[in-house]
Structures are given as C-alpha cells and as structure tokens.
C-alpha cells in the first residue's frame, strides 16, 4: 500500500463516452501526475499538478481532461476516446515538483486498465 | 534510439548473484530516476540520482551516473527472486520538461 488510491482499477468504455479515473494520494504530497502505459511503448508522464495548478502538459490530446481540485484528490476525465487509449494509466505523487523536474521519489497507484472498444 | 535506453532487454540470473542493468540518454539532464515494475507490486520508484551526484545507495541497490558518458548502471547485489521484475530508467533532461522513459529491462531471479 502507497497510500495512492485509484479507481476504478478496470474501465470499458466505448468511443463515444465519458467517464473519469480518479486518484486519491493520503501522503500529504504536493504534486500529481497522470502517466499513461500502453502495451508496446514506453511509459508516457501525461500532466503534472504542483499545488493543484497545472503546470506541465506533455501534449496529450484534447480527449484527455485532467481536474485537481484540492492537493489530494486528481482526476482524468475522458472523453470521445480512440481505441488506441486503451492502456493502463497510472498516478503518482510526491511531496514537490520543481523547476520541469522531479526532485524526490514518487509514489505511484495501482493504476486504472482501461479498455477502449 | 530514445532516449532512456535499458540494456540488456532481459536478463536471468540465480538467486544470490548480482544483477547490473544499463541505461544510456542522449540529452543533458537534470536527474535520472530507476523504477521497478511487477505484477505484484505495480509501479516503484527506487532512486532518484541528480546530474552532480556520482553514486547513490538504497539498501542492496546502487545506482551509479557518468554524464561524461551519458550513462547509468543500476546494481542489485545478493538477488532475491522477489526481485523479479521490469526495471526502468527515465532521464528528466534540462530545459524543462521532458521526462522520457525507457523500454525497460526484464529481470528474472531464479530460486
């Protein structure tokens, strides 16, 4: 246990709908991140929250909608995906994020396999 | 080839022995981080080293970094076979972000 939570841990979706992936950090932590694993590429960091402000955005298409509404909860909301999304997509947090680096260790989630029929 | 290449792409060895996998980049960074993925544990971060660091220790791990040659070593002394997993480096390279993960290496710890 992290102290990283994510739900749901398995999504199906169809292309036309929309849902989100919730994330829940319990560490007192400042920063967020949403990454994206797919079966044959490598891991992929999507959006990075420093005390709930956006701060980097590594061009993640449209279809994707990141939400930080306080310091602990992250969110990813989804919408019109192309099967391609299907992947599992991770979340991460740590105590700071500075200066477009990582500066000490993250702590990542289960993750959320999603399925994009 | 991307940058936060792992080498070798696998490797087995026996429980007890050593295992040292490589990661190589292409660009100037601000740190370099291992990870361990498995089944089991999902995704970890191990170590995080800084460009101006040399070498770093986290219990049987070492990390070493030569920016000279744009390359890191990851050791993992005295395997365990709950060391079986995937092992990754991502380089954070200066100039803001880009933070570029490599393909990963797969690591099997017979017992």
């Known amino acids: 246990e992290t102290g990283v939570t994510q739900t749901p841990r398995h999504l199906v979706m169809g292309m036309t709908n929309k849902k989100s992936l919730k994330c829940e950090q319990h560490l007192g932590h400042n920063a967020m991140y949403w990454y994206k694993q797919s079966a044959k590429k490598p891991l992929e960091l999507m959006f990075v929250?420093?005390?709930?402000?956006?701060?980097e955005n590594n061009s993640v298409p449209s279809r994707f909608s990141p939400e930080c509404p306080n310091s602990s909860h992250l969110f990813l909301h989804l919408h019109t995906l192309q099967p391609e999304d299907s992947a599992l997509y991770l979340c991460a947090s740590s105590q700071e994020w500075a200066s477009g680096s990582f500066t000490d260790t993250q702590y990542f989630g289960p993750g959320t396999r999603l399925t994009v029929l | 080839s991307q940058q936060g290449e792992e080498d070798p792409q696998a490797l087995s060895i026996q429980e007890g022995e050593n295992a040292t996998m490589n990661c190589s980049y292409k660009?100037?960074?601000?740190?370099l981080q291992w990870y361990r993925q498995n089944s089991g544990r999902g995704l970890v971060h191990l170590i995080l080293i800084r460009s101006n660091e040399r070498e770093k220790h986290s219990g049987r791990l070492r990390v070493t970094l030569d920016t000279s040659k744009k390359s890191s070593s990851l050791l993992i002394t005295a395997s365990r076979a709950a060391d079986t997993a995937s092992y990754f480096c991502a380089t954070d390279a200066t100039g803001g972000f880009k933070t570029i993960f490599g393909a990963g290496t797969r690591l099997f710890v017979k017992a």
């Open positions: 660009t100037s960074i601000n740190n």
């Open positions: 929250y420093s005390l709930e402000e956006r701060v």
